[in-house]
């Protein structure tokens, strides 16, 4: 069935580097739009970083520009996103998101992996 | 960035009741919205998508109306399963935005 599933998240110390992957399958990955979303503890959703479905083209929000990298390898299915210069602000749980395509938005989540930043 | 406003913040009702929950953008989206379900320790979950259309798979009790700066989320008869947290999110614009969340509670 179609499905993403996160990995790579933990506890690091501030200014340290991070990467997450989102493995996906049962859909044809490479046809696909991906994101990041991510969540704070007990906070609401926001949007991180985008990447088209070629990997062409990406964008991010203005809290990780700069030091966050969105990238997908269409060979292993597999999208990325390589954080550096953490902060405790970047403390949340990050979700690998589906573009529907067309009129649609998120379609399919993953379930989250928790990143905390702290010393 | 776009911002959007969800009201109310919490709400509480009770199995069959009708309710309601409003977003507004601080500018025209378009019909460019969506709607979100969540349960605690889940991932969202699609409901509507360009503001009115309803994601496949989801409930028709579930419906949404807008366009421009004004939308709604209505559920005609709440079940049991729909006590959740619903988020708005405008795709019109990057960057992508999301409301700061309704909480659906048992009265």
């Known amino acids: 069935q179609v499905q993403v599933v996160e990995s790579g998240g933990g506890v690091v110390q501030p200014g340290r580097s991070l990467r997450l992957s989102c493995a996906t399958s049962?859909?044809?990955?490479?046809?696909?739009?991906m994101h990041w979303v991510r969540q704070a503890p007990g906070k609401g959703l926001e949007w991180v970083a985008v990447?088209?479905?070629?990997?062409?083209?990406?964008d991010y929000s203005d809290s990780v520009r700069g030091r966050f990298t969105i990238s997908r390898d269409k060979s292993k299915n597999t999208l990325y996103l390589q954080m550096s210069s953490l902060r405790p602000e970047d403390t949340a749980v990050y979700y690998c998101?589906?573009?529907?395509?067309?009129?649609?938005?998120?379609?399919?989540w993953g379930q989250g992996t928790m990143v905390t930043v702290s010393s | 960035d776009i911002q959007l406003t969800q009201s109310p913040s919490t709400l509480s009702a009770s199995i069959r009741d009708r309710v309601t929950i409003t977003c507004r953008a601080s500018?025209?989206?378009?019909?460019?919205l969506a709607w979100y379900q969540q349960k605690p320790g889940k991932a969202p979950k699609l409901l509507i998508y360009?503001?009115?259309s309803l994601e496949s798979g989801v409930p028709p009790r579930f419906s949404g109306s807008g366009s421009g700066t004004e939308f709604t989320l209505t559920i005609s008869s709440l079940q049991p399963d729909d006590f959740a947290t619903y988020y708005c999110?405008?795709?019109?614009?990057?960057?992508?935005?999301f409301g700061q969340g309704t909480k659906l509670e048992i009265k």
């Open positions: 998101a589906r573009w529907g395509g067309g009129p649609s938005s998120f379609d399919i």
């Open positions: 049962g859909f044809p990955f490479s046809s696909y739009t």
């Open positions: 990447i088209s479905y070629d990997g062409t083209n990406k």
């Open positions: 500018q025209s989206v378009s019909r460019w």
């Open positions: 360009k503001a009115s």
């Open positions: 999110q405008q795709y019109n614009t990057y960057p992508y935005t």
